[in-house]
């Protein structure tokens, strides 16, 4: 299994890190002063096919260690590791075969984060406009666009307007609502990503009996066992 992780270096850390062995681009930076001078570069490990195995020098060890220069497709360095120093998982994956990633069990609950986000947005700005809320103030007409934002101010025609002083415009948006249906997004992300059953693993308190300690935690595990299995599964084949 080959693992690509890309990151973004410094030409002076690099420089730090590899002495003279960097990229042209890398040493021009540095002579230009351009120290903080970002790059893109690529750690791949992955089983290293053709060695030498009467050799144990770390260009002949069972897997690979690549630094590389996107860019540049300039190697950094090039040594190895007796065993593979990564242990990825996958959650779940296709089972068509047709896509070798894995998944992780937020994709199962993805639309409720990016919903929770939105409502919070809309909730924090319902509380601004009501702990700060926009202002109204007679003037020849109203002068467009409104703008309703927190501690806005707007101007109106007093002779069209009975109010005839600086009043707050009313803000009819309805927080407790907001609050509930957000909670229950909030929910249903918790049981995706199984909240409720470690918090139910840890509230074991000392007034509970042996018995029913067990049954929670076996309880507990019955319901994570199916999901968890083929992980660990892949992990021991690693």
């Given at each position: 299994?080959a693992?690509?992780?890309?990151?973004?270096?410094?030409?002076?850390?690099?420089?730090?890190?590899?002495?003279?062995?960097?990229?042209?681009?890398?040493?021009k930076?540095?002579?230009?002063?351009?120290?903080?001078?970002?790059?893109?570069?690529?750690?791949?490990?992955?089983?290293?096919?053709f060695?030498?195995?009467?050799?144990?020098?770390?260009?002949?060890?069972?897997?690979?260690?690549?630094?590389?220069?996107?860019?540049?497709?300039?190697?950094?360095?090039?040594s190895?590791?007796?065993?593979?120093?990564?242990?990825?998982?996958?959650?779940?994956?296709?089972?068509?075969?047709?896509?070798?990633?894995g998944y992780?069990?937020?994709m199962?609950?993805?639309?409720s984060?990016?919903?929770?986000?939105?409502?919070?947005?809309?909730?924090?700005?319902?509380?601004?406009?009501?702990s700060?809320?926009?202002?109204?103030?007679?003037?020849?007409?109203?002068?467009?666009?409104?703008?309703?934002?927190?501690?806005?101010?707007?101007?109106?025609?007093?002779?069209?307007?009975?109010?005839?002083?600086?009043?707050?415009i009313?803000?009819?948006?309805?927080?407790?609502?907001?609050?509930?249906?957000?909670?229950?997004?909030?929910?249903?992300?918790?049981?995706?990503?199984?909240?409720?059953?470690?918090?139910?693993?840890?509230?074991?308190t000392k007034q509970m009996?042996?018995p029913e300690v067990?049954k929670?935690?076996?309880?507990a595990?019955?319901?994570?066992?199916p999901?968890?299995?083929?992980?660990?599964?892949?992990?021991?084949?690693?």
């Open positions: 299994v693992m690509y992780r890309p990151r973004r270096i410094t030409a002076r850390k690099a420089a730090l890190r590899w002495g003279n062995n960097i990229s042209k681009n890398m040493k930076a540095i002579e230009d002063g351009n120290h903080y001078q970002d790059f893109e570069i690529i750690h791949h490990v992955a089983p290293r096919y060695r030498d195995v009467s050799k144990m020098d770390s260009v002949n060890m069972e897997f690979k260690s690549v630094w590389i220069v996107v860019d540049e497709k300039f190697v950094l360095s090039e190895g590791f007796v065993e593979n120093p990564y242990a990825v998982g996958r959650w779940w994956k296709d089972d068509t075969g047709d896509d070798p990633y992780s069990p937020v199962d609950c993805l639309a984060i990016k919903l929770v986000n939105a409502q919070k947005r809309t909730l924090i700005r319902a509380s601004m406009k009501q700060d809320p926009a202002l109204m103030s007679p003037y020849k007409f109203w002068i467009a666009p409104l703008n309703l934002n927190p501690s806005a101010m707007n101007y109106y025609d007093s002779a069209k307007f009975k109010a005839d002083q600086f009043a707050a009313k803000n009819e948006g309805n927080i407790p609502i907001n609050v509930d249906v957000m909670k229950m997004e909030q929910d249903l992300i918790d049981a995706h990503l199984y909240v409720n059953l470690f918090e139910n693993m840890m509230n074991v009996t042996v067990q929670r935690i076996a309880e595990l019955a319901l994570i066992s999901v968890i299995g083929h992980v660990l599964d892949e992990l021991h084949k690693i």
